[in-house]
Structure formats: structure tokens, C-alpha cells
């Protein structure tokens, strides 16, 4: 058994807010870097290269990459030797998006209730909070800002089995293009597909913040992410939807165990600002 | 940024401004533009419907649908890109009827908005989404103008400098969406 107070985690996910939101990670700037070089459209090129530029500055200012920061999603993965001490684990994480939020100068985007009042939490509290009761006495912590121009582009689909590789390809591809320019291209395509409604969902969140090289550890669902890439990137969408060849950086599919009748397909597209940070406490 | 041609234009816009915008066009902005998304949309609407006096006259205006985040002190703005304009399309028309003369944002516009873009004369712009830090050093002044509980929606003008923009769709119509994007298409199953 192992110990890890509520303050620090406070303090991890406080830290984890301000990384997330103005250092672009290391793997989607090696990536805009390689399509500079290989879109072919010269507008295309251009806002490639505005948004290197966008990084460096955020990075050197502590500025946010972009204004939307977003709802604060929290995926946690807490060992079952961990006893969290001095406080609930939820109020933990949700007073170190207040702090980071606040103290950072990152933008509030909750508000308390979705339909009548729709009034701002003014600390972008509460988080979307993911658990997993995982191994071990460790507990990592994954900050995935997520602003809504590319969250309202999400879909999900419950198609049934008939419907098969060629359903996929299709929902896939119509949520790309229905995005377009409003996600922020180029875009990094979630796609869960399996388990029930809610779970579905959840993977195409998971396969969206993964890491942009990785790939599926299965090889037919490795090939099919290529696939997808392939055809995402045939839409002509292009940089910022103003034509062009990098319309995603990747697509990546997580999938889960299904009901006879289902095959669930979620797509969560998230924008160029991939935004990811990590702590293992 | 581009080393490609730009047109340096001034804002508030006149109507030859601009009508002489054209899909396509890189411009650079100065002067004082507008900031307004959401809720201060809906606001305008309701002053409208009420017969009430507008905040701030909207005639020759070009608005920003940006929702900053907050500066850091001595600055005068956080990062400020630009979000998807297609969120207000439900009350652009009746404020290009009251004189409003351009838009700035990101994303697709419903048919309805661009026939009343044809109608008064309004083009509408994008600027890069997403590139909020950068733009951000293009804007010298942020003042409230209406509405300061709503904290970053409040509806807000901006002193501007050389602000980075591409005009999508001009006052004809053309769509440099549909434009740049079909050299590119070549994918033929389509959805």
C-alpha cells in the first residue's frame, strides 16, 4: 500500500492544465514538420507554418495554443495499492483544474447546466473524469483539454454487424467530411468501435489523445487505421478546410468486446491543438 | 506567415471594401473590429426583437467570432483565435440587415447566411483556428463594450494590427472552400 495525498495530486493536474494547453506535444509538432514538407497545397504549407509559428509563441508566453481550452478531460489510472489521503480523489482533481485554470490564464469553457441557465462555473471545474482500478501502487494521470469545435463534430453510430467493414469506412468518412473545416483540420480522428453506446464513445475518446505514432497492437486494426488515413486524406479537406492532402494527422481505432446484435461506431475527431499532457505519481 | 500577395485592409469596412474582396484573398486587417460568439449573439437578437437600442451602432462593422482567454497582465489579450462561425447563423441575417459588413471566423456557413451576404454586400473570412497565441500578437486593444458577465463572451472591440485572414466566401457567393478543396478530392465513393 502506498500513499499519495489529495494535495499532490492537486498539484499534478494544476501543472498538467498549464502543460496541456501551451506546449504543443513533441509528437504533433514532428508532425506538422513532416506535412509542411509534403502537402502540396501552397496554402496549405502556409498554415502549417503558422501554426509551428502559433506553438512557439504559446510555448515562449505561456499563452494557450488556442483560446478554446476546453472542457478538462481526466483519465486516471489508479493502482489498487494507492490509498489517497487528506481528501476525495475527485474534489483533488477538480480543485487542480480550478488552480490550473485560474492561475493559469486559461480560458473558462463549463458552464454548470446544459439547458436553462447555462451559467459559467468560472473555474472549468468539473472535470470529465475517466477512472481505471488498474495494477500496481502507482497512479498516472492524463490531461486531454478538449475544445468544442471539434468535440460537437463527434458521432456515433449503433450499426449492426451486416453493415460490417464497409459501415465503418462510411461513418468514418461522413464524419470527416461533415467536420471539415469547423474541427480544425488537420484533425486527429478517434474511432471506437464495439462494446455498447457508452463504452464506444469512450474509446474513440482513448484512440483520439493516443499518442500519434502509436498504432493498434492488433495488425488487422493497425492496417485498417492506415486504411482510414488513407481515405481521410483523400476527402481534399486539407489545412483549416481550404484544400489540401493533410486533412488528419491520424486516425486511430480502439475496440472492446460486442453484443451479437451490435457494432457500435464512434468517432471523436479532435483538432491540430491535440492537447495531452502526463504525470505518474 | 505567406509570402504570398496580401491586400492590407482597413476596418470598419465601406462597401466597396467590401464588395472588392474576393474568395481566396489573403488580407491583413487594421483598425477596430468587433468580438462576439454565442451568447452576445443572442443578446443582439433579443435587443432587435425588443425594439431596444443596440450596444454599439453595427453598421460598416466586421465581426470576430473569437471568445479569448484572459490576459495575463500587461498584455492586452490571452489567445484568440477564432471559432466556428456556423454557430451563429441563426441570427447573422438579421444582423447583416442592420449593416453589419463583415465576418470572421472558422467553418461552414448555412445556405440562408450566404444569400443574405449576397443580399447586403457582407463577405466573410477566416482566420487560422487554433492558432490562438499567434494571432493574439496582431491585436493591440481589447475593450468591453456590452455585457461583461459574460465574461469571454462579452461583446468587445478590438484595435487591430495586420490581422491574418482569408476571405471563404465574398458578396457573390464564391466559396473558396469548395474551391481549394476540389483540386484535392480524389476520393471517389463519395459519402
Known amino acids: 500500500m502506498r ?41 496549405g504549407r502556409d498554415i502549417l507554418g503558422q501554426l509551428l509559428e502559433n506553438a512557439e509563441i504559446a510555448e515562449k508566453e505561456t499563452m494557450p495554443i488556442c483560446q478554446d481550452t476546453g472542457l478538462a478531460v481526466v483519465f486516471a489510472d489508479i493502482g489498487q495499492d494507492v490509498h489517497i489521503t487528506g481528501g476525495d480523489f475527485t474534489e483533488a482533481v ?45 497512479l498516472r494521470l492524463r490531461l486531454a483539454p478538449k475544445g468544442a469545435g ?17 459501415g465503418v469506412r462510411k461513418t468514418v468518412l461522413d464524419a ?36 500519434l505514432n502509436s498504432a493498434n497492437p492488433d495488425p488487422r486494426y493497425a492496417t485498417l487505421e492506415k486504411e482510414l488515413l488513407h481515405l481521410v486524406n483523400r476527402t481534399g479537406i486539407g489545412p483549416q478546410g481550404l484544400g489540401g492532402l493533410t486533412t488528419a494527422l491520424a486516425v486511430h481505432v480502439e475496440w472492446a468486446p460486442t ?17 495531452h499532457a502526463e504525470a505518474i505519481l | 506567415m505567406s509570402d504570398a500577395i496580401v ?36 443578446r443582439l437578437v433579443e435587443c432587435l426583437d425588443r425594439g431596444k437600442a443596440l450596444p454599439v451602432d453595427l453598421h460598416g462593422q466586421v465581426v470576430y467570432y473569437v471568445g479569448p ?30 449593416g453589419l459588413r463583415g465576418m470572421i471566423g472558422k467553418g461552414y456557413r448555412k445556405p440562408e447566411v450566404v444569400e443574405a451576404m449576397k443580399k447586403y454586400g457582407v463577405p466573410y473570412l477566416a482566420a487560422v483556428g487554433g492558432a490562438g497565441a499567434l494571432i493574439a500578437r496582431r491585436i493591440r486593444k481589447y475593450t468591453v ?41 480524389t476520393l471517389q465513393e463519395a459519402v
Open chain 1, 94 to 138: 477538480n480543485a487542480g483544474i480550478r488552480k490550473g485554470y485560474v492561475e493559469g490564464y486559461l480560458r473558462k469553457s463549463s458552464v454548470a447546466e446544459p439547458l436553462f441557465d447555462r451559467k459559467n462555473t468560472d473555474d472549468n471545474t468539473p472535470a470529465v473524469l475517466h477512472v481505471r482500478i488498474v495494477r500496481g501502487d502507482g
Open chain 2, 145 to 185: 463594450l456590452a455585457w461583461p458577465e459574460l465574461g469571454p463572451e462579452a461583446l468587445a472591440a478590438m484595435e487591430v494590427e495586420d490581422f491574418p485572414a482569408i476571405v471563404v466566401i465574398d458578396c457573390v457567393g464564391n466559396n473558396q472552400y469548395e474551391a481549394g478543396q476540389t483540386p484535392y478530392k
Open chain 1, 259 to 275: 453484443h451479437i446484435a451490435s457494432l457500435p461506431v464512434a468517432v471523436n475527431i479532435n483538432c491540430h491543438a491535440a492537447r
Open chain 1, 150 to 166: 471539434s468535440e460537437n463534430k463527434g458521432v456515433l453510430k449503433m450499426l449492426v454487424p451486416a453493415d460490417g467493414m464497409e
Open chain 1, 3 to 43: 500513499d499519495i495525498s489529495a494535495s499532490t495530486i492537486t498539484e499534478a493536474v494544476a501543472r498538467l492544465c498549464v502543460e496541456a494547453c501551451c506546449r504543443l506535444p513533441g509528437d504533433i509538432h514532428t508532425a506538422f514538420e513532416k506535412a509542411r514538407q509534403s502537402e502540396p497545397s501552397v496554402i
Open chain 2, 7 to 42: 491586400k492590407h485592409i482597413r476596418a470598419p469596412f465601406d462597401e466597396a471594401t467590401a464588395r472588392s474582396l474576393r474568395a481566396g484573398d489573403s488580407v491583413r486587417i487594421s483598425g477596430t473590429i468587433l468580438a462576439a460568439r454565442d451568447a452576445a449573439h443572442k
Open chain 1, 176 to 211: 470527416v467530411q461533415a467536420a471539415g473545416p469547423n474541427a480544425c483540420p488537420p484533425m486527429v480522428v478517434g474511432v471506437g468501435l464495439g462494446g455498447n453506446m457508452e463504452l464506444a464513445c469512450l474509446l474513440a475518446k482513448r484512440a483520439c489523445v493516443r499518442d
Open chain 2, 69 to 98: 482567454s484572459p490576459a495575463r497582465p500587461g498584455q492586452p489579450i490571452g489567445a484568440a483565435g477564432p471559432t466556428t462561425a456556423g454557430r451563429m447563423d441563426a441570427y447573422t441575417p438579421r444582423l447583416l440587415a442592420e
